[in-house]
């Protein structure tokens, strides 16, 4: 009975709250005008440098595909002589990709790298190592990699080190 009468209340509470509210709009020329936001670009060269202002928005780059994944095909790696960018996506690229200039939109992401990501690394280091999922040549790379991010923390003086990426959001390929 208790349990019917929360449930209940609960319904209506949110009924109420839930109210429509209608306002009136004029409709003016200034109102009905819709402002188009351009995607902003990013040379490659200068990805690494300015994607930090652009975290969690659409931005626009241009290279050629140097890599489609062959394992998910999700992953793509858009190259020019200055830069490279590491683009990820929730549905297969078409490997014909590889080797075409494309106009890219995407959203910076941002990796944050610091100690505890490290631990975290080493862990799985280890882990694959001790299955057997990698040989050892594979393990001691692994490892200079990690202190390499330990020692350019340390030299630089930061907590952490930024690897930005994008997720795919569209392209188009360049003639």
Do not use: W
């Amino acid at each position: 009975m208790m349990k019917k009468m929360v449930f209940i209340f609960t319904v209506i509470t949110s009924l109420i709250s839930c109210k429509t509210e209608t306002k009136k709009t004029e409709n003016t020329p200034e109102a009905s005008q819709e402002k188009v936001l351009e995607t902003p670009s990013i040379a490659l060269g200068e990805f690494d440098i300015k994607a930090g202002d652009f975290v969690g928005k659409e931005v626009k780059i241009q290279g050629i595909v140097d890599h489609v994944c062959k394992h998910s095909g999700k992953k793509l790696l858009v190259v020019t002589d200055e830069g490279d960018v590491h683009v990820t996506s929730d549905v297969r690229f078409e490997d014909t990709l590889k080797g075409n200039e494309i106009s890219l939109v995407g959203v910076v992401l941002e990796n944050k790298i610091d100690e505890a990501y490290c631990l975290k690394m080493e862990e799985d280091n280890i882990k694959s190592h001790s299955e057997g999922a990698s040989n050892e040549e594979q393990f001691e790379n692994k490892k200079k990699h990690i202190q390499q991010y330990r020692d350019k923390m340390k030299t630089e003086g930061i907590d952490y080190i930024s690897e930005f990426s994008l997720q795919y959001v569209s392209h188009t390929i360049v003639d």
